[in-house]
């Protein structure tokens, strides 16, 4: 017997990325964190506001967040 599987259609993606849309990101990540014992630390929390703004890319935020914690790591 031959079975039809369903074709994957890959989501649609705009490469524009809009304040809004940067917006629910950081919203989408935080909220992944509730109920958890975690909290944003103030430098976190402003390079989040500078991603959703537009003022850094996501790649920049994330290279930010390591380079801080290769900081403290070496701190301590």
């Not at 017997?1 to 304040?19: C, G």
């Not at 992944?32 to 989040?48: D, I, K, S, V």
């Amino acid at each position: 017997m031959n079975y039809l599987l369903p074709t994957l259609q890959p989501l649609p993606v705009s490469t524009l990325a809009t304040e809004q849309s940067r917006q629910r990101l950081v919203t989408a990540i935080i909220s992944c964190t509730t109920g958890m014992a975690f909290r944003t630390e103030p430098h976190q929390q402003q390079l989040l506001d500078r991603y959703a703004r537009g003022r850094m890319t996501i790649d920049e935020v994330v290279y930010s967040l390591e380079a801080a914690a290769r900081f403290r790591g070496a701190a301590n």
